[in-house]
C-alpha cells in the first residue's frame, strides 16, 4: 500500500506541473493589462506611471523569464501577491477555502444522501413507476445547468416562499444561520452529482442483482435486506464510488458558478473576481488549489477501493 500511494504521488509530480503552466500561460493569453486594470479609475495616467506598474508587477519581462520565476517561487510555497490588495496568494486562499469546502462538502453529502438510496430503490422496483419518475428527475438534472437550477431554486424558494435567505453566507460563528445559507448552494451544486450518482447506482445494482450469488442468498433464505445490504450494494459500490470520488472535480469547479450566483465567499469567487481583475497571482494560485485538491480526492478514492472490496490488493 505504502508503495503504491508513494508511486501514485510521483505520478502526480507532472500533472501539477502542467496545471502550473496551463494556469501561467492562460491568464497571460487573455486579453487586458493588469495596469491598466489596476489605474482604471484614474484619469490621465501617463505612460510612464504605466510602465512603473508594470515593473513593479513583474508582467513588463518576457513571458518565459515570468515563468521561471513564477514556477520557482510556487515549488518553494510562494504563490506570490495579489495585485488587487497586494495580500500573499496564500492567505486570501486560506481564508476563502473553509467556505468553498462547506459547500464543497453539503453537495457531496446532499447528493450521495439522495442519489444512492434512489439509485438502490430504482434497480430494486425496476420499470415501475418510482424507477420512472427517479430516472426522470435524474436526467432532468443532469441536463440542467447548475446555474439556471440556482436561479430557479432563489425564485422559488427564497423569492416566493421566503424560505430560505438569497444571498451571502450567514453570520460566522451563528450555525443556524450557517447552515440556513448553506441549503440552497448544497441543493445547486450536487444537484447534477445526485443525478449521476442515481443513473450509476442503479445501473451498478442491476448488474448485481442478477449475479449468481445473490440467487445463492435468496436460494438460502436470506432476507431481502440481507442480500441488498450485505451482497449487493457493497459489490456495487466500487463503480458508485469511483463516480462520486471523479465528481468531486466537479462539484469543486461548480463552487465557482455556484458562489457567484448567491455572492457567497469562497475560492470560486476569489478567482472569479481576479480574472476580472487581471490578478495573476490570485488566478493562478487558486487553479493550482483546485487541481491539488482534485489530486489528493482521487488518490483517496484509489485508496478507499481496498477498503471497500478486500479482495483489491495493492502491489
Known sequence: MTSYI?????????TILGVITLAFLMIRLAPGDPAELMMGDYVGISAEVLEDLRRKLGVDRPV?????????????????????????????????????????VAGVVFAILLGVPAGVISALWRNSWIDYIATSVAMIWVSSPSFWFAILLIYVFAFMLGWFPIFGAGTPG??????????????????????????????????????????TARAKGVSEGGVV?????????????????????????????????????GLGKLVIDAIF?????????????????????????DVSYAVIDPRIRYT
Open 6 to 14: 508513494a508511486r501514485r504521488f510521483l505520478i502526480t509530480i507532472p
Open 229 to 265: 445490504n450485505k451482497h449487493a450494494f457493497r459489490n456495487a459500490a466500487i463503480p458508485i464510488m469511483t463516480v462520486v470520488g471523479l465528481d468531486i472535480a466537479y462539484l469543486l469547479s461548480g463552487t465557482v458558478i455556484i458562489e457567484t450566483v448567491f455572492s457567497r465567499p
Open 174 to 215: 451563528d450555525w443556524r444561520s450557517l447552515g440556513i445559507h448553506l441549503v440552497l448552494p448544497a441543493i445547486a451544486v450536487g444537484a447534477r452529482s445526485a443525478a449521476l450518482i442515481t443513473r450509476i447506482t442503479r445501473s451498478a445494482m442491476l448488474d448485481v442483482l442478477n449475479q449468481d450469488y445473490v440467487r
Open 64 to 104: 518565459h523569464e515570468q515563468y521561471v520565476l513564477y514556477l520557482t517561487s510556487v515549488l518553494t510555497g510562494d504563490f506570490g501577491k495579489s495585485f488587487r490588495n497586494n495580500q500573499p496568494v496564500l492567505e486570501e486562499i486560506a481564508s476563502q477555502l473553509p467556505f468553498t469546502f462547506q459547500l464543497a
Open 277 to 301: 481583475a487581471r490578478d495573476f497571482p490570485s488566478v493562478q494560485g487558486g487553479i493550482v488549489v483546485f487541481a491539488l485538491i482534485v489530486l489528493m480526492v482521487n488518490l483517496l478514492v
